[in-house]
C-alpha cells in the first residue's frame, strides 16, 4: 500500500436504488469487511443484511479492480414488541462483525437494539439423488415397494448461497445495543450499551457476563453513557471503551472480572479558550477504533479525529479537523439534530490512513505520513468505472472559487456515518443514505 495522501482515487461501483425518494427501510446502517475483504457486509434500517463477494476476474486482474457482486441477502432482524415495556424494538441492524473463517463457511455478528444473531453463510453446489427410502420430491417410498438397493449419487446443481441463524443472544441488555465486537481469541466477543458491556461465548446463548457497568445506583446522578466498545486485535484480555464525556478507558479483564476501574483513561485536557454551550456534546466520541497494530487507536468526536498512542494517557499524538467550519454552525446544527450524529470511523490495513465521513455526502481521507488530507464525495455524477474523484474544497465566506462550495450550501441530510476499509488493498465501501459506493485507487 503506497503512502495514502498520494493516492488519487476513483469510482468503482455504487450499488442501490437511484430513486430520489428513498424508503427508510433502505438506508444502510452498517458497513463491514470481512478478514480478507473478499466479502462485504451492509445492514440496513428494514433489517436486511445484504453481503457482496468480489469478483474474482476484478480481484486477479491487472491492475486490480475493487469490484463487488451480490452474493447473499437475507432479513437478519424484524420489528418486535417488548409487551412489559410497552416498547418497539427497530428492527435496524447497527452492527455486524465477521468472525475469521475457519472452514467453507462463513460467519457472522449482528445485532439490533437488543438481540444478537450468529449467522453462518455457506454454498451449495451438488445435491444427493436415488435416495432408497424417499422419492426426489421428498416423500417416503412404501417399504414394500423397494426392491432393489440403490446407490445415492451426488450430481451438481446451481449455486445456491443460504443462510441461516446459528445462535440468538437475547434479553442480556436492559439498553439498545451500540456496539459488538469479536475477541481475538474468536471465542468470546462482547456486547455494550449504553451503561454495561457484557462478554459472551459464542457457544452460548443463555448466559453472559457483564463486565463493565457504568450505571449509578440513583439514575439521577448519570453523567456519562458508553457509546462505542471495541476488543483489542492481539491481547484477549484487553478492551476499550468510549463515553459521551469524550474519555476512553482501557480495561483488563485480567486484573478483575468487573472492569470498573479502568487500567488506563485516555483524555485529552479541554481548552478553556474554546468553552462554549456546545463543548460538552461536540466532544462526545461517536466511534473508536484499534489499529490493526494494536499499537494505536482513533476516536472520532463531531468535529475531528483523534490518533492515540496506546502508552501514552495524557493527549492525543494526532489530531485531525473533520469539518472545522462548521463550529461557527453549531447553533443551528443542534437546532437540527444533526449535532448529534455518530460518524464512525475506520484504518486503512497498513494504518497509514484514516477515513471518516461528514456532511453533503463527503468523506475525508487523512494521511498519517504525509500528514495530507482529502475531502471526497460519494456522488452519482461520477458513476463511471475508473472516473479520477475531485478533491472538493468547502469554503467558509468571502470569495468563493470556482471549484469550492460554501458551507451554506451544505446539504445536512446527505451524510456519510458509516465507511469501511479494505483490509489489504486501497478499496473503500462508503454508505450515502441508501447507496453503497466502492472507491479504489487508481493505479
Not at 418497539?88 to 457472522?108: D, G, S, Y
Not at 494521511?367 to 472516473?387: F, G, H
Amino acid at each position: 500500500m503506497a503512502g495514502n495522501g498520494d493516492i488519487q482515487w476513483c469510482f468503482s461501483q455504487v450499488k442501490g436504488t437511484l430513486e430520489d425518494d428513498v424508503t427508510e427501510a433502505d438506508i444502510i446502517s452498517c458497513v463491514e469487511f470481512n478478514h480478507d475483504g473478499d466479502l462485504l457486509a451492509t445492514g440496513d434500517k428494514g433489517g436486511r443484511v445484504v453481503i457482496f463477494q468480489r469478483d474474482p476476474v476484478s480481484k486477479n486482474s491487472i491492475p486490480r479492480r475493487g469490484e463487488y457482486n451480490v452474493y447473499s441477502t437475507f432479513q437478519s432482524h424484524e420489528p418486535e414488541f417488548d409487551y412489559l415495556k410497552s416498547l418497539e424494538i427497530e428492527e435496524k441492524i447497527n452492527k455486524i462483525r465477521w468472525l475469521k473463517r475457519k472452514n467453507p463457511a462463513h460467519f457472522l455478528l449482528s445485532t439490533n437494539d437488543k438481540t444478537i444473531k450468529l449467522w453462518k453463510v455457506s454454498e451449495r453446489d451438488k445435491r444427493v439423488e436415488g435416495y432408497n427410502t424417499k422419492e426426489e420430491n421428498g416423500t417416503i417410498r412404501d417399504p414394500a415397494c423397494i426392491t432393489s438397493l440403490r446407490v445415492p449419487t451426488i450430481k451438481p446443481m446451481e449455486l445456491m448461497v443460504e443462510a441461516s441463524p446459528r445462535r440468538i443472544f437475547a434479553n442480556a441488555h436492559t439498553y439498545h445495543i451500540n456496539s459488538i465486537s469479536v475477541n481475538s481469541d474468536q471465542e468470546t466477543y462482547l456486547s455494550a450499551d449504553d451503561l454495561r458491556i457484557n462478554l459472551w461465548h459464542l457457544e452460548i446463548t443463555d448466559q453472559s457476563f457483564n463486565i463493565v457497568d457504568i450505571k449509578p445506583t440513583n439514575m439521577e446522578e448519570l453523567t456519562e453513557v458508553i457509546t462505542a466498545a471495541e476488543f483489542h486485535p492481539a491481547e484477549c484480555n484487553v478492551l476499550v471503551y468510549s463515553s459521551s464525556k469524550g474519555t476512553i478507558r482501557l480495561c483488563d479483564m485480567r486484573s478483575a472480572a468487573l472492569c470498573d476501574q479502568h487500567s488506563k483513561l485516555f483524555e485529552e485536557p479541554e481548552d478553556p479558550t474554546n468553552r462554549s454551550f456546545f463543548s460538552e456534546i461536540i466532544s462526545s466520541i461517536s466511534d473508536v477504533k484499534l489499529s490493526n497494530s494494536g499499537r494505536y487507536m482513533i476516536s472520532r468526536d463531531y468535529l475531528s479525529v483523534k490518533v492515540w498512542d496506546l502508552q501514552m494517557e495524557t493527549k492525543p499524538i494526532e489530531c485531525y479537523p473533520v469539518h472545522e467550519y462548521l463550529r461557527s454552525k453549531l447553533c443551528s446544527l443542534y437546532e437540527n439534530d444533526c449535532i448529534f450524529d455518530k460518524f464512525e470511523c475506520c484504518w486503512s490495513g497498513n494504518d497509514s490512513a484514516i477515513m471518516t465521513g461528514s456532511y453533503n455526502n463527503f468523506f475525508r481521507v487523512f494521511d498519517r505520513t504525509s500528514k495530507r488530507d482529502l475531502t471526497l464525495e460519494a456522488a452519482r455524477d461520477i458513476a463511471k468505472p475508473k472516473t479520477l474523484l475531485k478533491p472538493r474544497k468547502v469554503c467558509t465566506g468571502g470569495k468563493r472559487k470556482k471549484d469550492e462550495i460554501s458551507v451554506d450550501c451544505l446539504d445536512f441530510n446527505k451524510k456519510i456515518l458509516h465507511t469501511a476499509w479494505h483490509p489489504s488493498e486501497n478499496v473503500v465501501a462508503v454508505a450515502a443514505t441508501n447507496n453503497l459506493f466502492l472507491f479504489q485507487d487508481k493505479l
